[in-house]
């Protein structure tokens, strides 16, 4: 202890000053009003601001297992892994960039299938996984797809898709272009066998992704405020050299221009999406109906 | 007047235009001169030949992507009036708009008819401006769908031409809805009930190349190119520095020779010395040629069987561990 130290009385000193009292990572400041929110309770809200309502970017585990019952889950394609044909190397090796992606998020690629049920009305259910890669779609996440679309059509139960990506991977090359046309032709034959298909777009869903599967549901639902659209912000801005609108490529933009059927809060999502699930497959409502209030009257 | 810098002409290719100037050059000093010309100009031909077999010999991926842009490189309407008959250009999606940088319409292959729809590139300023530099909107893919459903209402065979740099990045592009045309055309295209052959002519650049690009046989120009994603796009992303392209182009594997190795193209039309431009009608004649070919061999295939076979060529794609 300093000399200065010794000398300030004990209730302006503070023990081990640059020490902080608050483990990290229990509070988290929402980017949407700068509230600070306690983790635990946002976790609990579905990484949802309570004060704002602003939806905050959902990993792809936690959201397929919000998302489905808890029982009778099977994930589907876990067994996929990714390969490194073109022996892609820009400043970083592919390799060393998929290594560094499977560690930090404990995938082995950018989508997750699960068979599942959502309120007991039996479905496949995928997600993306953004913080791989930024969700970009190659050879795994075409074919993880597909095996879903697959499982789908071989048990008759709807597909409930949740798109988060950036869009097609370059490190790839053309086979990850081709992506698109794989997973949209396994989405042409799931429809010729009328199997609904609702796709969820979730915060980013952009380029090769919305391009192809993201853009093809039965019913398109966006969650509030996502950014969704083909070319990126900047790319556009570049082109047109003029600033982007307010609002530009947001779900509500999408909502008024005819691209999406409704915008759902995350936190509605289940019940929503089962009632439309059950009204596509002529099944009885999984949800009991609310009860008349006096001022329906 | 051989100093004189060329701007119809690539950097690679300036040691070729300048020979080639020096041959004009030389014949038209003309009759009086005592030295046998002829025997000179002979001599300088042939340098001229040697020197473009020894550069196209070992070009860069880079250099063929340049190729694939190239200023005088034939485009769709070209091959459509060297290649087809009677051409019928039908326009407009039937709901907002005309777009020019795709063309379509009726046409014959040796009297056959078919549907033809290509990307279509300008050749002089207020062309490319019209054409939107070959880079349609929604209304573009529209109407492609439009005539492909046609197509298979009147059992007509569909060629496709790819060539654009890429789907439109807009705000009236957005609007409209850029991710839904082209994810509706993949969806279409996968099952529609006729045969479709696609070529890429020259640039196959991502989501707005495939949109008219999925069908039973894929086939490309020697000095095309096709790719997720443009070099420049992918340098400035994965390099920090669009500089870097020439880098990205070698690691994206997106040359005609490449993408046969991968298995991901069915053929490779080879283009006369010194690319296409150097000589359209070869290269015209080199893809009617294929054209014929493959077209005879998919309309003696069953339809059931055309459609399950294009469903397992679109299945299979993709190198995964399993």
């Known amino acids: 202890m300093s000399w200065f130290q010794k000398l300030l009385p004990t209730r302006i000193r503070t023990e081990g000053g640059s020490k902080r009292n608050v483990p990290e990572g229990l509070w988290t400041k929402c980017p949407g009003c700068g509230a600070v929110l306690y983790r635990v309770e946002l976790e609990r809200n579905l990484e949802v601001c309570p004060k704002c309502s602003h939806h905050m970017r959902l990993d792809a585990r936690r959201r397929l297992d919000t998302f489905l019952d808890p029982d009778q889950r099977e994930e589907v394609g876990a067994e996929l892994a990714p390969v490194d044909t073109l022996k892609f190397r820009d400043s970083k090796k592919y390799k060393d960039r998929l290594a560094q992606a499977q560690k930090a998020t404990a995938e082995n690629d950018a989508l997750v299938a699960v068979r599942g049920q959502v309120r007991g009305i039996a479905v496949v259910s995928v997600a993306f996984e953004f913080r791989f890669l930024g969700g970009s779609m190659g050879s795994v996440v075409g074919e993880r797809f597909v095996r879903a679309v697959e499982t789908c059509m071989d048990r008759s139960v709807p597909l409930v898709s949740f798109a988060a990506s950036g869009g097609a991977r370059m490190q790839e090359g053309l086979f990850s272009l081709l992506q698109m046309a794989k997973t949209s032709a396994a989405l042409a034959r799931l429809r010729e066998q009328r199997i609904p298909f609702v796709s969820v777009l979730t915060d980013p869903t952009m380029g090769g992704v919305s391009a192809s599967l993201a853009m093809l549901g039965d019913v398109n639902i966006a969650e509030p405020q996502a950014l969704i659209g083909f070319a990126g912000p900047r790319v556009i801005e570049q082109t047109v050299r003029e600033t982007l609108p307010q609002g530009f490529q947001r779900s509500e933009f999408l909502l008024e221009h005819g691209a999406v059927d409704m915008i759902l809060d995350r936190r509605e999502m289940r019940d929503r999406i089962a009632s439309i699930l059950a009204l596509l497959t002529h099944q009885p409502s999984p949800i009991s109906p609310p009860l008349l209030t006096a001022e329906q009257d | ?322």
């Open chain 2, 1 to 322: 007047m051989t100093s004189q810098v060329n701007l119809n002409c690539l950097d690679f290719e300036q040691p070729i235009a300048e020979l080639e100037a020096k041959i004009e050059e030389l014949r038209y000093v003309g009759d009086d001169a005592h030295v046998n010309i002829n025997e000179e100009v002979s001599r300088l031909r042939h340098k001229s030949e040697e020197l473009t077999r020894s550069i196209f010999s070992s070009l860069t991926p880079w250099q063929i992507s340049q190729l694939a842009r190239h200023p005088q490189r034939p485009y769709s309407l070209d091959y459509i009036d060297w290649i087809f008959t009677g051409f019928q250009e039908l326009h407009g999606d039937r709901a907002f708009a005309d777009d020019p940088a795709i063309v379509g319409g009726l046409a014959r292959l040796e009297g056959r008819p078919v549907v033809i729809i290509g990307h279509q590139k300008g050749r002089d300023t207020k062309e490319k401006l019209h054409r939107n530099f070959g880079m349609p909107r929604p209304e573009g893919y529209r109407k492609a769908l439009r005539l492909m459903q046609m197509a298979e209402r009147f059992r007509l065979p569909i060629v496709t031409l790819i060539d654009t740099p890429g789907a439109y990045p807009g705000v009236g592009a957005e609007e409209r809805g850029q991710s839904e045309a082209i994810a509706r055309n993949l969806l279409v295209m996968a099952e529609l009930r006729t045969p479709i052959i696609c070529v890429v002519i020259g640039e196959g650049g991502s989501g707005g190349a495939l949109a008219i690009g999925v069908g039973d046989a894929l086939l490309m120009l020697q000095y095309s190119i096709y790719s997720v994603i443009s070099p420049e796009g992918c340098a400035s992303i994965l390099w920090k520095s669009a500089e870097k392209a020439p880098d990205a182009a070698e690691a994206l594997g997106i040359t005609s020779d490449r993408l046969k190795q991968l298995g991901l193209i069915d053929d490779v039309i080879p283009e006369p010395l010194g690319g296409a431009h150097r000589d359209g009608y070869q290269v015209a004649a080199n893809l009617k040629k294929s054209l014929m070919e493959r077209l005879d061999e998919l309309i003696k295939t069953a339809m059931p069987a055309l459609i399950e076979k294009r469903h397992e060529r679109l299945r299979n794609y993709g190198r995964f561990s399993d």
